[in-house]
Every structure is written in structure tokens, then in C-alpha cells.
């Protein structure tokens, strides 16, 4: 039994806005839907938009929908969070709004609230004349050929929900669900997800400590680099480096025994010494040879 929130139960025993949109050719008005999931694959959802053309503001919206409890109150929540906004306010509303909207979900029934996040999508971009097939996250690789998921959505999912598992994964838009063969491709955009993280963090906490580092406090830090990580790993190849001089973001140093006569020496400058000062000091960093 799933542990479902009261609002959860009261939009399944009680869902508001179940339905279709008929098109009455209203002045100003559009109607239009959007469709995602598949009823072989155990969940579908169609949302219908009533927009007014001149401002883009939803004026209603319904929804028919097959699937379980979470996917039937997810749209139903889904219909009640956009009334009134305009497409592009709408288009901010993420998955984790539906889910904190119904007072949060069961992990494994995630994917019921990315389901009403495309199907929102699906409709807003048909109603732009972009059709949902080639939307972004729609092309590119198919990681999961079971349920048609693929590579930039399974990406996408990770970095908006903070993924970092490939069950999360599996629960947020079932990919790897099925037979299985995606699962080292998931593990493997977790992996470059995560090393993205990483290394925009290295590169903020760089950029923040170089605004609070004085003067002094710079050059320490670019000696201290130097010392502790560049020399060892020169002088293991029988070459040296010394700092010279801090001029501003511009470093100068010299290099010295087999690193002074070497033809990779550009290499080394920008390589071993530049990259490491600009990831631990500053982004800013310049490192020139005298």
C-alpha cells in the first residue's frame, strides 16, 4: 500500500477538472491539448488548454488521464496550479510544484508528476507551433528504447530533481523499468551530471574566494599551489618553477631546469600551472614566463 497524502486521496476520489475542452470558437480563445505517456506502457495523460490568445493566459484547463492514483491527482493538481498564469509562467512550473502541491509523492510514483509537467509542456509548445516531437528533449540519443526515453530527457530529469541514482532515474520517467539494457547508459549520464556539478562548484568557490582574498592573501595562495601540487609533479621530470612576480591577475614565473629548455614549456604554463592557479585562487589568473 502506498503511503499517499491526503490530498493525494481527495484528488483520486475527487478529481477536479477531469475532462475534455470542446472548442467553441470563441473570440480570443484557443483551445488545445497536449498528450504524453502510453496506455501499453501503463500511464497517459491528455491536457487541454482554454487560452486567451491576446494575453497568453490559461482561462481553463482540463484533463483526461490513465494511469494510477499519483497520475490521476497529478493532473488534477496540475490543472488547478495553471489557471490563471501565462504560458511562460506556466513553463516554469517544474514536476517537484505538482508534487508539493499534493503535499509530496512516493518516490516510485515521481514520474506521475513529470508526466503532467510534459503534457503541460506538449500542450503550450503545440499551441507555439513547435511540435512536441521536436521539442529539445525529444532528440538525441534513445537511451531507453522500452519506453522511448531519451538521453537529453533522462539528463533533464536529473539535474531539475538533483537525481543522483539511476533507481531515482528509473522512478522519475521510467527509464530502465523494462528490459534492463539502459541502465549502464543512465549510470553513465549520472556520472557526467555529477562531474558537471563538480566542477562548476570548484569553479564558483574559486571566483567567490578570489573576491574576498586581499592582495596578500593571493599571492600566499599561488605560492602555496605552486609548492604544494606543481613543483613535486615538475621536479619528478626534472624540471622547476619559482614564482616571480604577481602583477595584478597576470603571474609570472620562471621556469627552470628540464621545464626551461623544453619544447612543451607553453604547454606546462597552461596546463600544469594556469589550471590549477585559475580552479583554486582565481578564474582571472594569467601565468606568463620571464
Known amino acids: ?24 470558437n470563441e473570440p480570443d480563445v484557443a483551445v488545445v491539448y497536449g498528450e504524453v505517456g502510453s496506455i501499453a506502457c501503463g500511464d497517459a495523460l491528455r491536457l487541454h488548454l482554454k487560452i486567451q490568445e ?31 498564469k501565462t504560458l511562460d509562467q506556466a513553463l516554469k512550473i517544474t514536476n517537484k ?7 509530496g509523492l512516493p518516490e516510485a510514483k515521481m514520474h506521475c508528476s513529470v508526466m503532467g509537467q510534459e503534457a503541460m509542456e506538449a500542450a503550450i509548445y503545440k499551441y507555439r507551433g513547435i511540435e512536441v516531437e521536436h521539442h ?3 532528440d538525441g540519443t534513445l537511451i531507453c528504447s522500452c519506453f522511448g526515453i531519451t538521453e537529453p ?20 520517467v521510467k527509464a530502465g523499468g523494462g528490459c534492463g539494457s539502459c541502465l549502464a547508459g543512465i549510470e553513465d549520464i549520472l556520472i557526467e551530471v555529477q562531474r558537471d556539478r563538480t ?25 602555496q ?45 597552461k596546463g600544469a600551472i ?15 614566463a620571464v
Not at 1 to 24: H, R, T
Not at 154 to 162: A, C, K, Q
Open 136 to 138: 529539445d528533449d525529444d
Open 1 to 24: 500500500m502506498w503511503d499517499y497524502s491526503e490530498k493525494v486521496l481527495e484528488l483520486f476520489y475527487n478529481p477536479i477538472n477531469q475532462g475534455a475542452i470542446a472548442d467553441a
Open 199 to 223: 566542477s562548476t562548484a570548484a569553479r564558483v568557490e574559486a571566483e567567490v574566494s578570489a573576491i574576498l582574498l586581499t592582495p596578500m592573501q593571493k599571492i600566499n595562495r599561488i605560492q
Open 54 to 84: 491576446s494575453t497568453e493566459t490559461i482561462l481553463d484547463s482540463q484533463f483526461q488521464t490513465f494511469g494510477c492514483t499519483s497520475a490521476i491527482a497529478s493532473s488534477s493538481a496540475l490543472t488547478e496550479i495553471i489557471k490563471g
Open 97 to 103: 510544484d505538482i508534487a508539493d502541491f499534493l503535499g
Open 153 to 172: 530527457r533522462v539528463r533533464r530529469v536529473i539535474i531539475e530533481n538533483d537525481l543522483t541514482t539511476v533507481e531515482q532515474v528509473t522512478n522519475y
Open 274 to 288: 594556469e589550471t590549477r592557479l585559475q580552479a583554486q585562487v582565481s578564474p582571472e589568473l594569467t601565468v606568463v
Open 225 to 269: 599551489v605552486l609548492t604544494e601540487e606543481v613543483r613535486p609533479m615538475l621536479m619528478a621530470d626534472g624540471g622547476d618553477v619559482e614564482l616571480y612576480d604577481v602583477s595584478g591577475d597576470v603571474v609570472q614565473v620562471q621556469l627552470k631546469g628540464a621545464c626551461g629548455s623544453c619544447d612543451s614549456s607553453t604547454a606546462t604554463l
